[in-house]
């Protein structure tokens, strides 16, 4: 019985199913409007058409759409970026994507509401895991199961940090798919009682379904707002401040990240399973 559960449940990934597989290099291509052998190995996920414009002036590049998403390849640096829009099921679905192309390492550069009294808008958040209250990652793992980003992704980006002298917090995030859950106070009193330094909507389905389709999955989060706080959700005219202020510093950091993984050459995804 066992082993028949465990034919079934591989049966649904996409590097054991040549069907899905096809499917998934097909959609790809139709979603992001690139073909995938434009595509680099080393991959960075936004959801934001600012950061897409910054990174295609950074790197020379020209944006292509398709019918979902849009990307953009930096031939010179061998660094794309997909912007593949908000939320969870996104999320993993264009993991599902990604794994066609085996990629060395993907990083997310998000963004994320700070809920630790500390935070600031413009603090870098580097996530240790990711509380998974979104409705997709259960598809994938059982909900025992921790959400957590590849560790060395993590390690070089802290490096980076590091390095270019800003100061970054450590934490668990907590993913939800609940929008205007700042106005749910029985939410918000949980929130608390977790003792999570922010939320976000994407990360726990990167980090599942990345560890799941074998996709080397870390993340960077910009603080963008302080819900909890008064006058503190993020409105049009301070998510503008935000992008004027930060984008091309988050990017920077996103891309150096990338070069040094590329450069030291070592194995990202360091479990066999």
């Known amino acids: 019985m066992a082993k028949k559960y465990k034919k079934i449940s591989r049966q649904k990934l996409i590097y054991n199913n040549p069907e ?20 680099n190995k080393h991959i960075i996920l936004t959801n934001f058409n600012k950061y897409m414009d910054v990174f295609a002036e950074r790197c020379d590049g020209q944006i292509q759409t398709g019918s979902a998403m849009s990307v953009v390849h930096g031939k010179d640096i061998k660094v794309s970026m997909v912007d593949f829009k908000i939320g969870a099921p ?11 192309l085996d990629p060395q ?13 500390s935070l600031e808008v413009g ?32 390690k070089f980006v802290s490096q980076m940090l590091v390095d270019e002298g800003h100061d970054y917090r450590t934490g668990v995030v907590h993913t939800t798919d609940y929008r205007f859950w700042e106005f749910d106070e029985k939410f918000r009193e949980n929130l608390y009682e977790e003792r999570a330094i922010a939320f976000d909507m994407e990360c726990a389905a990167l980090f599942s379904v990345g560890f799941v389709s074998k996709v080397p999955i870390g993340a960077l989060l910009l603080v963008s707002d302080m819900p909890l706080q008064e006058g503190g959700i993020k409105t049009k005219e301070s998510s503008q ?15 150096r990240s990338m070069i040094e993984i590329q450069d030291k050459g070592e194995h990202i995804r360091h479990y066999r399973w």
């Open 241 to 255: 401040k935000v992008f004027a202020e930060y984008t091309e510093q988050h990017i920077n950091i996103g891309i």
């Open 105 to 117: 390492a993907v990083l997310f550069l998000g963004m994320c509401g700070g809920l630790h009294p």
């Open 123 to 154: 603090d870098f958040i580097l996530p240790m895991a990711a509380i998974r209250d979104e409705g997709v990652s259960h598809h994938f793992i059982p909900p025992q199961v921790p959400s957590l980003p590849t560790f060395k992704i993590q």
């Open 20 to 39: 899905k597989l096809q499917i998934a290099r097909d959609m790809l291509e139709r979603y992001t409007g690139g073909s995938l052998q434009e595509f």
């Open 90 to 100: 996104t999320a993993a679905l264009i993991i599902e994507l990604l794994s066609v």
